[in-house]
C-alpha cells in the first residue's frame, strides 16, 4: 500500500509524501533518490520559476522512479542532452540499449563506450556477453574462445556449425569437443565428432548423453554389429525413466524378448506381452510370464483368458483359485477334476465348505458338499443350524435309508425340549410310533398312548398299554379300567409274563378269583426260569402242582428239597427223585451212592445195568446175587465170556482188582493197581487221570503215618507228569512237606491255596510265591492282574512291547506323580532319539513337564530344536512354537512353586518362545505398523541370543530392519554384518572372530554359544553378503542404532538406574503409558490397543491363541484400554 501511494505521489509531484512513503518501506535508495529530485527541483524553482516540478530533469527522474526509462530517454533527447541519457542507461547497467542510442544518435563517444562496455563485462565474468558481440561483428574465432572461457561449449559449438570453415581447424574443434565432454554435453559432442567423421567417439559421446537415436543412425552405417546392443541398451534406459512402452519394440529389435514382456507388463500392454510370450522357446520363463499375465487378467474379471494362461504356465492350482475367489464353482470343480483328480479336488471344496459353512453362507457350503460327494457334512451343516427342513431335505434326496432314522432324531429332540406332539409326528414319520407311546407313557399322559396304540399298534400293543395305564392306578381302579376294555384276563397273563406277581395277585384277588391257583401255577413257573426256587415251590404247591415242585428241584438237583416235598405233598414223585439223585451220583463216578439211592428207589436193575456196562463185574455180580437173584446165573456167564474174550488181564481188570482191593480193605493193593493203569496199558488219557487221582484218594485217606514212603512217590511222580499239581499239593501237604506242596501249588498257579498254606506253615515261603506270581503273570501277559500287585513290573513289560501310550496311562492311573514324571520322561528321550520333537512336546503338554534337573537336557533338547529349525510354512511354524510356549510354561509354573534356581533360566526361555509365537502370529499382516511391531520382537529376542541360534536371530531382525528401512537401515546393516560374522565364526568353529563392539551399549548377551551349523546357505546368504559389502563403502548409508528420547538403545530396558517395565507383546520397554494387565505381566497401551484391534478385525487361531497364553499368564483376560 505504501509503496502505492508513494508513487502516486511522485506523479502528482507531491515528493516529500513519497519520500515518507518510501522510508515507511524502508526503500532507502529510492528516499534517496527522492531528496535528490527534490534538489533539483528547488534549484530549477530558483532559476525558471514554479516549484520546479516541470523541468526536464526532474520529469526524467520521475520516469525513471516509474522504471518508464524510453520516456526518461525522451525527455532527455528533448532537450538534446544524450549524455544523461546513456548515463540512465550505464547507471542501470543497461549497456545494450546506451550503444544502441549511441550509435542511433551517432554518439562520438560510441567506441569508447562499446570498449568500456566490454571491460565490464570482462570484469564480471560475462565472457559470453562479449564472445556474443563478437560473433556478431564477425570475430568467430575470439567469440569461440570466449564462449569456452565462459563454459558455454554449445554456443561455441554453434558458431563453428555456422562457419563450416572452421572445423577445418582441429585445434579449435578438440577444444571445443573436450569442453562439451567435461561439461557433460555429450549428445553435442557426438554431434561436433560426427560432423568430424569420428564416428567412434560420436557413437560413444551418443551412448553417455543417452541419444540412442543418433548413436544407431552412426552404427548402421559405421558399426552395424552394434546396433542390437545399443536397442537393448535404450531399452533399458526407457524402462528406467519410467517408459516401458516405448522400450518394448527396442527389446524386440535387440532380440531381448524377455526384456520385451517385462516391458509390456510393466506397461500394461497385456495383448502385445502374450503375443511376446508366445514366441519365447524357454518354458520355463513363458510359463512365469503367463502365470503373471493371468493374474492381471483374472483380477479385472477375464476369466476364459486368465484360465487359458495360467493352464499354459502349468498353474492349475492358481486357475482353481482364481475360479473359486470369483465363486464360479462349476469351473473350478470342472478344472480341479481334470488336473488334480477327484480326491484333490473333493479335499480343496471340503475346505471351502467348511469356510463358508463358518461364514454363515449356508446354501452355498449346501452345494460344494454335495457336488463333492459329501452329503453327510451338508446335512451335519444344518444339523448343527438346528435347520432341520433342510436336513430332512438332503436326507430324503441323499440317504433315503436314514430317513426314517433322522425324523427318529427329530423325534428324540422334539421330546427332550417338550414338544411331543412335534414329537409324535415325527416319531410316526419313522415308523417308531411305539417311541412315540413310550414318551407319552413317561409323561403320564395315558390317553395319548392308548390311543396311539389303538390307531397305529394293534390289539397287542394296545393291551400292553392298557396294562401299563391300570398298572400306574393300581386297587379297585385298575380293574375297573381293564374291564371296562374288556381286557383284564389277558392283563393277569401279562402281569405274570412281566413278573409283575403282586399286581397280577390283586387283579386275581379283585376281579378273577376262579383264577387264584392259575396265577400260583404260572407265577411259579416264572419264578422258577428266574431261579427263584423256594418261592416257586411254594406257588407250585398253593397252586396244587407240588410234583412240578419235585420235577424242579430234581432238575436243579436239589435232591434234599425235592424230598421233602415229595414226602409232603406228593410221594409219587420220590422214586423220581431217588432215580435222579442215582444218576447224578453216577454222573460223577460215586457208585455207592448212586446204588444207595436206586435201591431206596427199588430199581436194582438199573445199578446192575450200570456195573455190567461199565465192567465192574464184581459189582454187577453183587447186586444181583442180593437183589435180583433170578438173573445172577445169566450175569455170570455173560461176565466169563468177556473174561475170555479180554484175557482177563486188561485195563479193566486192574479197574475191577483196585475196587475189588478197596472194598476188602487191602488199599495198598488197590493203590498199587490203579496205578498200573498207565500209558503203557492204556492211550486213555482221562483213565489214567482218574486211576491216578483215585490212587492218590485212598493213598490220602488209608496209607498216611505207615512207612510206604515208595508207593507215595510213584503217587507223586505220576501226578507230577499227568499236571495235577494242586492234587499233588494234597498230598505232599498230608506228608508234612509244606515247601514242596507250596511249590506245587504255585505249578497249578493255586496262588491263594499257595499264599494261605505259606502263611500257616511257611511264613518265609511267601515273598518267594509272589515273586513266582508277579513272573507268571508278566511271562502270560495278564496285564490287568500284574497292574495289581507290581504297577512298575506292568508299565516296564508295556514299554518293552512299544506300547509307550498304554504305559504312560497306566503310570498316570497309579496317581503318584513322580512315578508319571519318571516315565513320561523316558517316553520323551525315546521319541527324540526317533527324531519326533513334536510327538515328545505334545506328551509333555498333555502330561505335564516337571520341573525336575534329571529332565532339563531334554526340555533343552527340545528347545534347541524349535528355535533353531524354521517350518515350511506359518501355520506349522506357529504350532509347533506355542506348542513348546504350553510346555515350557508348565516347567516355569512348577519351577516357581518349588522356589528352583533354575527357574530364571527357564523364564527367560519361555519369554523368546513367546515372542517367536507373537511374532509369527502376525507375519500375516501387512500393515506397517505391525511390521513395526514385529521388527520390535525381532530386536527384543536379541536378548536372548545365549538361549536361542545367534545367527539366525541377527538374521530375522537384520531382515525386518532392512525391509522397514529409513530410521532402521543402520539397524539392518548392523545386525546383518554380526549375521555374517557370526555366520563364519560357525562354519571355522572360531567364536573369539566375533566383534561385539557395535552391541557394546546394549543388553545383547556379549558372549552366545554358538550352534553346530548355520541358519542359513545359498544363494540368500550371498546376497545379504552383496548388501552389506555394498552399505559398508557407502559413506552416505547409516551404519548406527536408534537411540531414543532417554538417550540408550530403544531397545534396552535399563539406563544406568533407570530401569523400564518390558511389554509382554514387543518385548521392548515401556517408555509411554504402561498398563499392568496382573501377575507382573505388562504392556504399552498403544501396542496392547493396535494388537486387540488387529484381533478384533482381522481374527486368527495364532492371534486369538496369543491373546489366551498373555490372559493365562496375566491370570485376567486382555481388554482395549482408553
Not at 459329501?374 to 443350524?385: E, G, L
Not at 399286581?503 to 387264584?516: I, N, Q, S, T, V
Amino acid at each position: 500500500m505504501w509503496k502505492r501511494v508513494a508513487y502516486m505521489a511522485l506523479d502528482q509531484g507531491k515528493f516529500l509524501v513519497a519520500q515518507r512513503c518510501f522510508a515507511a518501506i524502508g526503500d532507502i535508495p529510492r528516499v534517496n533518490f527522492v531528496r535528490e529530485t527534490i534538489r533539483i527541483a528547488d534549484e530549477a524553482a530558483k532559476t525558471i520559476g514554479g516549484d520546479g516540478t516541470h523541468f526536464f530533469k526532474v520529469r526524467a527522474n520521475i520516469a525513471r522512479m516509474n522504471k518508464r526509462f524510453k520516456e526518461a530517454e525522451k525527455i532527455y533527447l528533448e532537450q538534446n542532452d544524450i549524455e544523461e541519457a546513456i548515463n540512465m542507461y550505464k547507471s542501470l547497467h543497461k549497456w545494450e540499449e546506451a550503444l544502441e542510442l549511441a550509435r542511433a544518435r551517432n554518439y562520438p563517444g560510441y567506441e569508447q563506450l562499446k570498449m568500456n562496455y566490454h571491460r565490464a563485462l570482462a570484469e564480471t565474468g560475462q565472457e559470453a556477453k562479449v564472445a556474443e558481440l563478437k560473433a556478431t561483428e564477425g570475430d568467430p574465432r575470439t567469440a569461440i574462445q570466449l564462449y569456452l572461457k565462459s563454459n558455454q561449449p554449445t554456443k561455441a559449438l554453434t558458431v563453428v556449425l555456422q562457419k563450416e570453415e572452421l572445423l577445418n581447424d582441429s585445434m579449435i574443434t578438440q577444444d571445443i569437443a573436450q569442453s562439451l565432454v567435461k561439461n557433460r554435453f555429450f549428445e553435442k559432442a557426438g554431434d561436433l565428432y560426427e560432423k568430424l567423421k569420428e564416428f567412434d567417439k560420436a557413437m560413444e559421446n551418443y551412448l553417455e548423453g543417452k541419444a540412442f537415436q543418433k548413436a544407431i543412425h552412426v552404427s548402421r552405417f559405421a558399426f552395424p554389429d552394434k546396433v542390437v546392443g545399443i536397442e537393448e541398451e535404450w531399452g533399458n534406459y526407457l524402462v528406467q525413466q519410467g517408459q516401458p512402452e516405448a522400450a518394448i519394440n527396442h527389446f524386440l529389435e535387440a532380440n531381448c524378448t524377455e526384456k520385451a514382456v517385462e516391458a509390456a507388463i510393466r506397461a500394461k500392454e497385456w495383448s502385445k506381452a502374450v503375443q511376446i510370450v508366445d514366441v519365447i522357446q524357454d518354458t520355463e520363463r513363458s510359463h512365469l510370464f503367463y502365470g503373471q499375465i493371468a493374474e492381471h487378467y483374472a483380477s479385472v474379471g477375464e476369466f476364459d483368458r486368465a484360465e487359458r494362461l495360467f493352464i499354459e504356465a502349468n498353474l492349475h492350482k492358481q486357475a482353481i483359485a482364481m475360479y473359486i475367489k470369483s465363486s464360479k464353482w462349476a469351473d473350478a470343480y470342472r478344472l480341479s477334476e481334470e488336473f488334480l483328480g477327484r480326491e484333490e479336488t473333493a479335499q480343496m471344496y471340503d475346505r471351502k465348505a467348511e469356510e463358508l459353512e463358518e461364514q454363515g453362507r449356508l446354501a452355498e457350503a449346501e452345494q460344494l458338499y454335495i457336488s463333492i460327494g459329501m452329503s453327510n457334512k451338508a446335512i451335519q451343516m444344518y444339523k448343527k443350524a438346528n435347520r432341520n427342513e433342510e436336513v430332512v431335505r438332503l436326507v430324503g434326496q441323499y440317504h433315503s435309508e436314514h430317513l426314517l432314522e433322522t425324523h427318529k432324531r427329530l423325534g428324540e429332540e422334539h421330546e427332550t425340549a417338550g414338544d411331543l406332539k412335534a414329537a409324535e409326528e415325527e416319531y410316526l414319520k419313522a415308523g417308531e410310533y411305539k417311541m412315540a407311546i413310550d414318551m407319552y407313557r413317561k409323561a403320564e399322559m395315558w390317553s395319548d398312548a392308548y390311543r396311539l396304540a389303538k390307531t397305529e399298534g394293534g390289539d397287542i400293543v394296545q393291551k400292553q398299554v392298557g396294562f401299563l395305564w391300570a398298572k400306574s392306578l393300581g386297587g379297585d381302579a385298575a380293574v375297573k379300567l381293564l374291564t371296562r376294555f374288556n381286557m383284564l384276563s389277558d392283563a393277569i397273563d401279562f402281569a405274570i409274563e412281566n413278573g409283575a406277581f403282586d399286581f397280577a395277585f390283586d387283579l386275581a384277588r379283585l376281579g378273577m378269583k376262579e383264577r387264584l391257583p392259575e396265577v400260583h401255577t404260572r407265577i411259579a413257573v416264572q419264578m422258577e426260569e428266574e431261579g427263584r426256587l423256594e418261592e416257586a415251590a411254594k406257588h407250585y404247591i398253593e397252586g396244587g402242582k407240588a410234583e412240578e415242585a419235585v420235577s424242579m428241584y430234581i432238575h436243579d438237583q436239589d435232591w434234599a428239597n425235592a424230598e421233602k416235598i415229595a414226602k409232603e405233598h406228593a410221594p409219587n414223585s420220590l422214586a423220581d427223585v431217588y432215580t435222579g439223585e442215582a444218576r447224578k451220583a453216577l454222573e460223577a463216578g460215586d457208585h455207592q451212592r448212586a446204588e444207595s439211592f436206586l435201591l431206596r428207589a427199588g430199581r436194582p436193575d438199573i445199578i446192575m445195568r450200570y456195573f455190567k456196562e461199565q465192567g465192574m463185574w464184581v459189582d454187577a455180580l453183587r447186586i444181583a446175587k442180593e437183589y435180583l437173584p433170578n438173573q445172577l446165573a445169566q450175569l455170570q456167564e455173560e461176565f466169563d465170556k468177556e473174561e475170555l474174550r479180554s484175557g482177563a488181564r486188561g485195563v479193566d481188570s486192574f479197574l475191577a482188582q483196585g475196587k475189588e482191593w478197596e472194598q476188602n480193605g487191602e488199599y495198598l493193593r488197590a493203590v498199587q493197581a490203579f496205578l498200573k493203569i498207565n500209558s503203557e496199558t492204556t492211550s486213555d488219557q482221562d483213565l489214567i487221570r482218574q486211576s491216578a487221582l483215585k490212587a492218590a484218594e485212598i493213598a490220602l485217606k488209608f496209607l498216611i503215618g505207615g512207612s510206604n514212603h515208595e508207593i507215595f512217590g510213584e503217587i507223586l511222580n505220576r501226578l507230577s507228569e499227568l499236571d495235577e499239581h494242586e492234587k499233588a499239593a494234597e498230598v505232599l501237604l498230608a506228608l508234612g512237606s509244606s515247601r514242596e506242596a507250596i511249590q506245587a501249588l504255585c505249578h497249578a498257579q493255586q496262588w491263594s491255596k499257595a499264599r494261605q498254606i505259606a502263611t500257616e506253615f511257611l511264613p518265609e515261603a511267601l515273598p518267594e510265591i509272589e515273586s513266582m506270581y508277579k513272573e507268571s503273570l508278566k511271562n502270560e501277559g495278564r496285564l490287568g492282574e500284574l497292574i495289581d500287585v507290581d504297577a512298575i513290573s506292568a508299565i516296564e513289560l508295556l514299554i518293552e512291547r512299544g506300547q509307550w501310550e498304554k504305559a504312560i496311562e497306566t503310570a498316570k492311573q497309579q496317581k503318584h506323580a513322580p512315578l508319571l514324571d519318571k516315565y513320561v520322561a523316558k517316553y520323551a528321550s525315546h521319541l527324540i532319539k526317533d527324531g519326533d520333537y513334536t510327538k515328545a512336546s505334545k506328551l509333555f503338554e498333555r502330561y505335564g513337564a516337571a520341573g525336575k534337573e534329571e529332565n532339563f537336557n531334554i526340555y533343552k533338547t527340545i528347545f534347541d530344536e524349535v528355535a533353531g529349525t524354521q517350518m515350511s510354512t506359518l501355520l506349522e511354524e506357529f504350532e509347533r512354537l506355542s506348542l513348546v510356549r504350553n510346555v515350557f510354561q508348565s516347567i516355569v509354573s512348577n519351577l516357581e512353586t518349588a522356589k528352583s534356581p533354575h527357574y530364571h533360566i527357564y523364564n527367560r526361555q519361555l519369554i523368546s518362545l513367546h515372542l517367536m509365537c507373537v511374532r509369527c502370529a502376525l507375519t500375516g499382516s501387512d500393515e506397517q505398523e505391525t511390521k513395526k511391531t514385529r521388527l520390535k520382537q525381532s530386536i527384543a529376542l536379541l536378548r536372548y541370543t545365549d538361549l536361542l541360534p545367534p545367527d539366525r536371530m541377527f538374521y530375522e531382525a537384520g531382515m525386518l530392519a532392512k525391509e522397514i528401512g529409513g530410521e532402521y537401515e543402520g539397524c539392518a546393516f548392523l545386525f546383518l554384518n554380526h549375521y555374517l560374522d557370526l555366520h563364519e565364526a560357525i562354519e571355522d568353529g572360531s567364536p573369539d572372530m566375533v566383534d561385539f563392539t557395535p552391541f557394546e551399549k546394549t543388553e545383547f548377551p556379549p558372549e552366545v554359544p554358538l550352534p553346530d551349523k548355520t541358519f542359513l546357505q545359498g544363494p540368500e546368504h550371498e546376497e545379504i553378503k552383496e548388501w552389506v559389502l555394498a552399505i559398508s563403502v557407502d559413506d552416505s548409508a547409516k551404519k548406527n542404532l536408534i537411540v531414543d528420547g532417554r538417550g540408550c538403545f530403544e531397545a534396552n530396558l535399563t539406563n544406568g538406574s533407570d530401569e523400564k517395565k518390558m511389554c509382554i507383546l514387543t518385548g521392548y520397554p515401556i517408555v509411554q503409558t504402561l498398563v499392568d494387565v496382573g501377575n507382573g505381566v505388562f504392556a504399552d497401551k498403544e501396542e496392547l490397543n493396535r494388537y486387540l484391534i488387529l484381533l478384533r478385525k482381522s481374527p486368527t487361531d495364532q492371534l486369538q491363541d496369543v491373546s489366551n497364553f498373555v490372559s493365562k499368564l496375566a491370570k485376567s483376560a486382555l481388554g482395549l484400554q482408553l
